[in-house]
C-alpha cells in the first residue's frame, strides 16, 4: 500500500472507533478509491494511561507504544498520528524514535484555539486526571500565552464519571451529564471556550453535539489535519513538507 499513515490507537476502542468514522465521513467521496489509505493499531491492551502518570508503580504505557510505533515504522508510514489525548505524556520519548512525521493533537488543538479565538484570554479544560495532573494541556496553552481554566472541585468528578464510568466501562454517553459539565465551565467558570482533552470527551461531542457552547475537539482537528495532509500526499506533495505546518 502507497501513501498511507498509522493510527495508534485503542486507547480507548471505541474513542478510536469514533476518529476513524471521522475520518470516513468527512473525506469527500465519489468512488471507493478515495478514501484514505491508513493502518490502524488498536492495540487495547495498553495500560491505563492515567494510573501510570499519577502512580508510576503501575505498568509503563511506553512498552506498548514504542513497541507499536517501531512496529509501524517499519512499515514506512507518511505520518503517524495517535488520537489519545493522555498517551502524549509519552510523545516525546516515541517521536525520536523515527524521522516520520509524528502529529502532536494536543499541540495542534491549542494552536487552532488561538487562531480561530484570537481575542479569548482563557479557555476551560476538561480532561483525564493524568492529563490535569501532569499539566499536559496546560503546558501547551500557557506556551500561546493564554490562562486555563480548570473550573471547581465538582468538576473532575463529573468529568471521571462521564469518561470512566459512561464511556470506558458501558460505551455509553450521558447526553446530560456532558451538557451540564459543558454549562457549569460557561456559567459558573466565565469560560467561553471549553478545551475536550479527552477523545473520549470528543465522542460525547460527536454523540451529543446539541448544545450552545463553543468547543475545541481535538480528535475532529485532527481527522481534519489527517485528510488535509493525506490528499496532499497523494497529490504529490513530499509528507515531511506537508506535515511540516503542524509540527510546532
Known amino acids: 500500500m502507497k501513501h498511507f499513515f498509522s493510527i495508534i490507537g ?11 468514522r471521522l475520518l470516513n465521513h468527512r473525506v469527500k467521496i465519489a468512488k471507493d478509491q478515495d478514501y484514505l489509505n491508513y493502518i490502524l493499531v488498536n492495540d487495547a491492551q495498553i495500560p491505563d494511561r492515567t494510573a501510570y502518570i499519577k502512580d508510576h508503580t503501575k505498568p509503563n504505557c511506553l512498552v506498548d507504544l514504542r513497541e507499536d510505533v517501531l512496529g509501524q515504522a517499519k512499515l514506512g508510514p507518511d505520518f503517524f498520528v495517535m488520537p489519545c489525548n493522555t498517551a502524549h505524556y509519552f510523545y516525546d520519548d516515541l517521536a525520536k524514535l523515527t ?7 494536543m499541540r495542534i488543538a491549542v494552536h487552532q484555539f488561538v487562531e480561530k479565538y484570537p481575542d479569548e484570554p482563557k479557555i476551560g479544560l476538561i480532561a483525564t486526571e493524568g492529563s490535569i495532573y501532569d499539566h499536559l ?7 500561546v500565552g493564554r490562562e486555563v481554566e480548570l473550573g471547581g472541585p465538582e468538576i473532575q468528578p463529573l468529568v471521571t464519571k462521564l469518561i470512566y464510568a459512561n464511556i470506558k466501562e458501558k460505551g455509553v454517553v450521558d447526553h446530560d451529564l456532558y451538557h451540564h459539565i459543558l454549562q457549569l465551565m460557561h456559567d459558573k467558570y466565565g469560560c467561553n471556550v471549553i478545551l475536550l482533552g479527552c477523545t473520549e470527551l470528543s465522542l460525547a461531542q460527536e454523540k451529543a453535539p446539541d448544545h450552545p457552547y463553543n468547543v475545541i475537539d481535538p480528535q475532529s482537528i485532527i481527522a481534519d489535519v489527517a485528510i488535509e495532509l493525506s490528499l496532499k500526499i ?5 509528507s515531511k513538507e506537508a506535515a511540516k505546518k503542524y509540527l510546532y
Do not use: N, Q, W
Not at 497523494?234 to 513530499?238: H, P
Open 10 to 20: 485503542g486507547m480507548g476502542t471505541i474513542a478510536t472507533e469514533s476518529y476513524v
Open 99 to 105: 524521522d516520520i512525521p509524528f502529529l502532536h493533537m
Open 137 to 143: 494541556y496546560a503546558d501547551e496553552i500557557k506556551a
Open 234 to 238: 497523494r497529490a504529490g506533495m513530499d
